[in-house]
């Protein structure tokens, strides 16, 4: 017999952000330092090919041909890259699941309920309603933290025992363009763009970079939306003091578009010197966004049973870290295992356990330029200055 399988979501979650609010990579990346990172292994066949810079300006339709690429030598495109819209890919998983049973909640978990000390009841959603499982996975990305703390306060568990340990909430600022139907047709041809991480030209209004160069702008083609995103990837945490000892970083409660100033100057800086098109004529940003992921020591997701024996059939399937939107279609069979406690094999096993120490093992990490190095209390500080 199938067992009865519930989703809880947030509704908000299921429309505007799906699993993430980017898809991953379009037709090309154009970069510089993480190549030889990637393919510095033998086993993956490099496909990316070295292009000059005036090559770059004259591709796509001469949507970049007024970069400013002074600070670069060279160019790279990987014709193998590909980009999926995030939204609507979660949208089709959810009509699909419920097409064959699955039931689909919608609600705002706010707490985690025990079962005396011999497991986890269930999850208690903001209606009161409490939703009863045998097992329960959480997937609730940057908002973890913030859920299991009142649990973990409940069991007394040291700071070396609490989730915000294993990862952390952060967000990058996303700026969006609606484009004309004209623009559309032009700029549906780009690549996805990748412009920095090594020489990136910023402008004079980035500061508290202690390593500003390894930061990068990212801008995919418009989905049938029509929005253009530019993304910058010097991320941020915002912490919050929830008993006298335990600090955690959690989305803040108001509005995602509102973004400090000094973080909308740094992607102004990157669309002016990438795409100065977009900031002709006094043309605005249609709208800010904060978008936010959980994000672990190493990049490597955190997919496994809670260690503590009161949660021992609470699994976790979090810590994205800004890179996990490409695992949708095969990461279900992994948590799949966990849930049924079936081993993934000794090397994902081990990539994906609560880390006894919280490990700082950053050098091997998939994405090291959005690791959080500020938290938003610090950039709204500046700006009251
Ligand atoms: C700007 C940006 C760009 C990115 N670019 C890429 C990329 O190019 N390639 C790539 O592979 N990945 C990318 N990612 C990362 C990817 O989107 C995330 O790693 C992935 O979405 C994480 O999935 P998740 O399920 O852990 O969390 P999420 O997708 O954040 O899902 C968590 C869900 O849980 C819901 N939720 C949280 N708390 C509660 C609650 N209390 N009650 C009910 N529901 C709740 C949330 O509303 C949300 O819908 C990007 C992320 C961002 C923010």
């Known amino acids: 017999m199938m067992s009865r399988v519930i989703i809880v979501r947030r509704l908000e979650s299921f429309i505007a952000k799906g699993a993430g609010e980017l898809g991953v990579f379009d037709g090309f990346r154009i970069s510089f330092s993480c190549r030889p990172k990637i393919f510095s292994n033998e086993i993956y066949r490099d496909p990316t090919k070295t292009v000059s810079l005036d090559e770059v300006k004259q591709s796509y339709g001469g949507i970049i041909k007024d970069a400013d690429l002074a600070n670069f030598r060279s160019a790279y495109v990987n014709p193998e890259a590909g980009w999926a819209d995030a939204g609507t890919a979660v949208k089709r998983m ?15 978990a706010v707490g985690i309920v025990l079962r005396g000390q011999s ?18 996975v959480l997937t609730t990305g940057a908002w973890t933290s913030f859920l299991m703390h009142s649990i973990e306060e409940e069991l007394g568990l040291r700071h070396e025992e609490r989730i915000e340990r294993q990862l952390t909430a952060a967000a990058v600022c996303v700026a969006h363009y609606q484009l004309t139907e004209e623009e559309v047709e032009l700029y549906s041809k780009m690549p996805v763009i990748v412009y920095g991480e090594k020489g990136i030209p910023f402008g004079h209004r980035v500061f508290m970079f202690s390593d500003a160069e390894s930061f990068a702008g990212e801008v995919l083609p418009p989905p049938q939306s029509g929005i253009l995103k530019f993304t910058f990837s010097g991320s941020v945490t915002n ?86 939107y490409k695992f949708l279609p095969t990461i279900g069979k992994y948590v799949a295992n966990v849930i049924h406690g079936i081993s993934n094999g000794d090397e994902k096993d081990h990539a994906w356990e609560w880390k006894a120490t919280g490990s700082q093992d950053r050098l091997k990490c998939a994405h090291a330029n959005v690791i959080p190095k500020r938290d938003l209390k610090d950039l709204i500080h500046m700006e009251s200055r």
């Open 119 to 136: 497991g986890v009841k269930g999850v208690k959603l903001a209606t009161g309603e409490v939703v009863e499982a045998d097992k329960i």
């Open 94 to 108: 959810l009509e699909e699941s419920i097409a064959v049973g699955i039931e689909y909640k919608v609600g705002d």
């Open 239 to 324: 912490t919050i003091t929830v008993t006298s000892e335990q600090r955690i970083s959690v989305p803040p409660f108001q509005d995602q578009s509102i973004v400090p100033q000094a973080l909308k100057n740094e992607i102004l800086d990157i669309i002016k010197s990438l795409m100065p098109y977009f900031q002709n004529n006094g043309r605005e940003v249609d709208r800010w966004r904060l978008c936010w992921d959980s994000i672990t020591p190493t990049q490597n997701q955190l997919i496994c049973r809670h260690p503590n024996p009161s949660m021992h059939n609470l699994c976790l399937a979090v810590g994205g870290s800004f890179h996990s």
